[in-house]
């Protein structure tokens, strides 16, 4: 079940009040009035509930803001690109490099102002939570969600901003500066952290956090700020749960992940995700119907797919590169997401021409509501606790065995050939070699962006593009923008160099 079952869909108003709506399957909404954080009374158990759903609300991706999350880290980077259609209006920034503070508006909308509403929700939360009129032992717990919520929104705002306002209670000044960068990461680290030890371990709804969610998101941080011990240590406290391992199931079990109707089945691989549902357009992931190759689709040449009546097929279209095609090893299943070639609905196989290869990652799902399907966005995955720790051992002490173990473990679920370690005689020769892994492995959930940032060549990677060079792409633009709309509202927030 998703916890989405009971969502947020009012946006929330602090100030004079906050009102609060909580949603069953999107439909009927029971509102539990307004409260501020100076007012009297304890806060009952169904308006604790109706906030911390309210957190959520604003945590999730839905329609634009999931697209946007994967979109800016893909097609800025080098494996993917975007034509056509209204979509194409802002892909082209990120292809051409010359995104800046106002355009396109997804830097505002979803990578700075969604973050910073969920921050403002599990401030209001936690601003009332020790007051209010529910059970101790269920305090501890609401309070480690709002945490991890919000450190989780702080680490992927320092991801893409660097230093932010560090924004922790509703009465916080409007107009604060950025934050240091020792702030940042002590806040981050120590919220995740503290949260992480009054998690369950375990939760009956897919995108509730967990112990394992938060322990995952510090991974990941640590990996982006490489902070090697971290990120190790945080890797074998994931295995220590007992609670993950690779889905390994079936004659595809990489394509497999990313099938609507097995989220269940594949769930120990997936230690955190943003659930998404097709029945809802709002909340739904949208990315398959821009995947499609053409409008007159019908089937994959070995009938595997066959389109449904109900999937919308969208006039932008994402793309695939040849070179990261013709990349991956002949044997290894992952490439057989990627397509070049399809039947149309009149029976004739088309090769679809040069660098304009379709992903099929998302595989289409049957339960698809025009452009809307239920693919949940995969935020960490055991495969990547597998490279991550592979990647961090391979830092700290070069290559060895127990980190080309690891990477075998993902590759032989992929029936791509093992990798050995006579191979391999530098850390350098290594860390190219999961890079490109992680390409395979991750391309199109979100991931390439920050990992050619962590390894020093998202810059070079677009000057020196096989296909779509741009040689004055900046070092600047490892971080995005700070939105002008924000530098306009608050005199003491600074740009970031460059723009």
Not at 19 to 40: D, H, K, L, R, W
Not at 100 to 108: G, L, T
Not at 372 to 395: C, P, Q
Request: glycine share 8%.
């Amino acid at each position: 079940m998703k916890i989405y079952n009971k969502i947020v869909v009012g946006a929330l108003a602090i100030g004079f009040g906050l009102t609060m709506t909580n949603c069953s399957n999107g439909i009927e909404t029971e509102v539990f009035g307004e409260i501020t954080a100076s007012e009297g009374g304890a806060a009952s158990a169904s308006t604790v509930n109706g906030l911390l759903d309210g957190v959520y609300a604003e945590m999730t991706l839905g329609t634009s803001p999931g697209l946007h999350f994967i979109y800016t880290a893909e097609f800025s980077a080098d494996h993917v690109w975007n034509e056509r259609g209204g979509l194409s209006n802002s892909s082209v920034f990120f292809l051409n490099w010359n995104w800046d503070a106002q355009n396109p508006s997804w830097i505002r909308t979803s990578l700075w102002a969604k973050p910073y509403r969920t921050i403002r929700n599990a401030n209001f939360l936690l601003e009332i939570i020790d007051g209010a009129d529910v059970p101790d032992a269920d305090k501890s717990r609401i309070r480690a969600e709002a945490r991890f919520l919000r450190a989780t929104s702080y680490a992927y705002l320092f991801n893409w901003f660097g230093t932010v306002p560090l924004r922790t209670s509703p009465q916080d000044d409007a107009a604060l500066g950025r934050a240091s960068e020792a702030e940042m990461l002590s806040f981050i680290e120590t919220e995740l952290a503290e949260a992480a030890a009054d998690l369950p371990t375990t939760a009956d709804e897919r995108g509730r956090a967990t112990r394992g969610a938060a322990y995952g998101i510090l991974m990941k941080h640590f990996l982006n700020t490489k902070n090697w011990t971290g990120v190790i240590q945080y890797a074998d406290l994931i295995e220590d749960l007992g609670q993950y391992s690779l889905y390994n199931v079936g004659d595809n079990p990489h394509r497999d992940l990313f099938r609507v109707p097995l989220e269940e089945a594949t769930r120990a691989e997936t230690i955190y995700a943003i659930p998404a549902i097709s029945a809802n357009t709002a909340l739904a992931n949208a990315v398959m119907s821009h995947s499609y190759p053409e409008g007159d689709y019908a089937s994959f040449v070995d009938g595997s797919d066959v389109w449904l009546p109900n999937q919308s097929i969208s006039g932008t279209k994402n793309r695939v590169y040849d070179f990261f095609l013709n990349s991956f090893d002949p044997n290894d299943d992952r490439r057989l997401q990627i397509i070049s070639e399809y039947v149309n609905r009149d029976g004739t196989t088309i090769q679809q021409v040069p660098n304009a290869n379709s992903s099929f990652k998302y595989w289409p799902d049957p339960n698809m509501n025009t452009f809307a399907s239920g693919h949940d966005y995969k935020i960490v995955r055991y495969a990547d606790v597998l490279l991550s720790k592979a990647e961090a051992l391979n830092e700290l002490n070069g290559p060895t065995g127990e980190a080309i173990d690891l990477i075998n473990q993902v590759r032989a679920r992929a029936k791509a050939p093992a990798i050995d370690l006579a191979s391999f005689g530098s850390t350098e020769a290594l860390r190219d070699a999961i890079l490109d892994e992680r390409g395979w492995e991750f391309h199109f959930e979100g991931k390439r962006r920050e990992d050619l940032i962590r390894h020093g060549k998202f810059v070079s990677a677009k000057q020196n593009h096989p296909v779509d060079p741009v040689p004055s792409a900046g070092d600047f633009r490892v971080l995005w923008p700070i939105p002008q709309a924000e530098l306009d509202v608050n005199p003491n927030l600074e740009q970031n160099p460059g723009y």
